[in-house]
């Protein structure tokens, strides 16, 4: 088993938030079991000092914070453009208040054509929000849907990552709910993996080359099939489209997960992310170290997927940091 580190940089990339204007009812919907889980879980959603908690004990050093629509919202129907542009208002404020310890990826209804690339430009340019946060599907429309390719585009011309998040396809989520849990994890997985394929296959890519996107763990099925079964004569191979285009979060921190990960995508490509506070709502520091040092990664690797990548990726800190950039452009 090789070392791990203590005294990692730690940035969680996968957190989400919901401001209390907009009531949660996942609660209601649960099942009498998990009623009293999820009724803690949407106090803590709504609650912008538990984002802080872990940061000011020194569990980990930052956090970087999504909006998701879809929990008060059916993103079957899309997302009303005013309660878009107020969840990327409230977002840029809260983490305007905690810089260094806070950042935004901006919630965006993708599939809504030029108005979600309005959005994007503004997200970036006006509130300095640092990547999108965007649903796997909309019904049965996936990432490669051209009303979705204004959005991705603006995304790649401003070097913004995208962060695909897994959304519950109906059908599926019917047919897996007798499974409990592991049926819905599987589902979401499916759809979120289902994208990801989806924009390796319709050239997406290719078209936008400078495009990235992050994926959660739920989806390494996906990620795990196009490697080992994609085209042997696709050109670029697909390997190669994988490590220049996709990321992948640590959501469950398994050592087994991870290896895989980095297998398949390097360790430059993988992101300290655990769900914050749905799946994972206790300390991760610890855990992080187990779990990265389990994998058999080497020092530097741990560091990099503990909050490098992400440092990275975001531009957090640089000299061509976007926020500095778009907020100096008059």
Known sequence: MTTARTDLDIIDFHCHHVPAVW???QNERAAPSERAAWQRINRRLADPSALLEAIDEGDIDGRVVNIPTALFEPPEHGVADDTVRRANDLLA???GRHPGRLFGLASVDVFAGERAAEEVHRAARDLGLRGLFVNSSKGDTLLDAPEARPALAAAAA?????FVHPVYPPALSRQLAPYGQLGILLARGTVNAASLVALLRSGTFRALPELRVVVTTLALGGVLL????????????IAETLRRHVFIDTMGLHPALISASVEVLGASNVLLGTDWPIVNDAPIRARTLAALAAAGLSLADQQAIASGNVRRLLRIGEPSDPV???RSEP
């Open 93 to 95: 404020e809260l983490v």
């Open 226 to 237: 196009a490697a080992a079964l994609g085209e042997e004569d696709a050109q670029p191979p």
């Open 324 to 326: 500095s950039h778009f």
């Open 158 to 162: 401003l070097g913004l990552p995208v």
């Open 23 to 25: 009531p949660l009812a």
